[in-house]
């Protein structure tokens, strides 16, 4: 009995502290027909995007509110045809530069050394860049939007976290635990405040940076070798003396970012190993995480067996207090809550397997992305 009623405390502790980060999530950038005075440049990195770059493109073709909007497309060695389709998309508009890269050299992985191409191959320099993925769609002031909250913010970097559209039972599993994670386990706020590089986070879905800050970070030469290239250039950018910022895009942007369970497993195969770092500290989190989200409900189905419900109750008080952390995340992020959230304790194992597996594949050095190796 008292170990249930511990279990019931510290999920509840949890989910309040995640309501207390939803309510200071409320940095809402929304777009609107005030304009940004200053040069910008969306960049635009592209590997075997074909089938699915036509609605980024045409809704950065689309942004309103920047009057000098320079659009640098990357194309990093594709075999797919995505430069054609970037062609056919954008035709001659004078305001998209369509650029091919070259393979990265030893010691760079891919998504850095085209954003890194990007960053360095931009002219006229802009003052601020914004780096967008292929499978994000803004809105059409979602720039100008997110560069005045940079600088409102007083930041070098603001991470407008889009609002992840989920439509497979894989998706709807997996994808709500990256805003739930966050917004249960980090204090946002006194990270944003916080000198310390270790306490970072950023999506590198929608990113935009002073280009200034970017530069004296170092940019992505800075973070060349590392797969979460995201979280490692706000702790860059926080080595050099400059400020992050975090902020729901949930009205400014949505991103799709899997079309199916393979393209999923795959992806967070590649990346949770470099989330958790060493394998002895995954194993603690994974643990803590299932008895806190996973046991609740195999307890509470236990003790009701032998004839306990005093126990069984409170176990299922802990398991509803899990379900209302991730309606809450859900809530505050533009996400889908119900009926999803009854699922949280399975989508706890899911990611427990995921982890496992990235680990299993990066010992055995067979963990790649869009063809080429991670590690």
């Known amino acids: 009995m008292t170990a249930a009623l511990a279990l019931v405390v510290a999920v509840a502790s949890l989910t309040g502290h995640t309501l207390v980060n939803a309510l200071a999530w409320l940095r809402r950038p929304t777009g609107g027909p005030a304009g940004v005075g200053e040069g910008v440049a969306v960049l635009l990195p592209l590997r075997d995007e074909a089938d699915r770059v036509t609605p980024c493109l045409r ?9 000098g909007l320079r659009i640098v497309v990357l194309d990093d060695g594709s075999t797919d045809g995505t430069a054609d389709v970037v062609r056919a998309v954008v035709g001659a508009d004078p305001r998209v530069t ?178 958790f770092g060493h394998p002895a500290g995954a194993a603690v989190v994974l643990a803590l995480l299932l008895l806190l989200y996973t046991a609740p409900p195999l307890l509470a189905g236990a003790a009701l067996l032998a004839g306990a419900p005093a126990v069984a109750g409170i176990a299922t008080l802990a398991y509803l207090a899990g379900v209302t952390g991730r309606v809450v995340s859900a809530r505050a992020t533009g996400g889908r809550a119900w009926p999803d959230a009854l699922a949280h304790p399975v989508s706890v194992v899911v990611l427990g397997w995921l982890t496992v597996r990235s680990y299993h594949l990066r010992k055995r050095r067979r963990l790649t ?5 991670v590690t």
């Open 98 to 275: 369509l650029l091919t890269g070259v393979a990265p050299p030893p010691g760079w992985l891919g998504k850095p050394h085209a954003c890194w191409q990007l960053a360095t191959r931009t002219d006229p320099e802009p003052t601020v860049l914004a780096f967008v993925d292929a499978d994000v769609v803004l809105t059409p002031y979602a720039v100008a939007a997110a560069v005045t909250e940079l600088r409102a913010a007083g930041a070098t970097l603001l991470s407008p976290y889009p609002r992840i559209v989920v439509r497979t039972a894989a998706d709807r599993l997996v994808q709500p635990l990256l805003q739930w994670l966050w917004l249960t386990f980090l204090p946002l706020r006194a990270m944003e405040r916080s000198r310390r590089p270790s306490l970072a986070a950023a999506g590198g879905q929608f990113l935009v940076v002073d280009r200034a800050g970017y530069l004296r970070a170092g940019g992505h030469a800075a973070v060349a070798d590392k797969v979460l290239e995201d979280i490692e250039l706000a702790r860059a950018v926080k080595r050099a003396g400059g400020r992050i910022a975090l902020a729901d895009g949930s009205r400014l942007a949505s991103c799709r970012m899997y079309d199916d369970w393979p393209q999923l497993r795959d992806g967070y195969t590649k990346s949770l190993w470099a989330s």
């Open 59 to 67: 809704a950065l073709l689309a942004q309103r509110g920047v009057p």
């Open 369 to 373: 992305w869009r063809g080429r190796p």
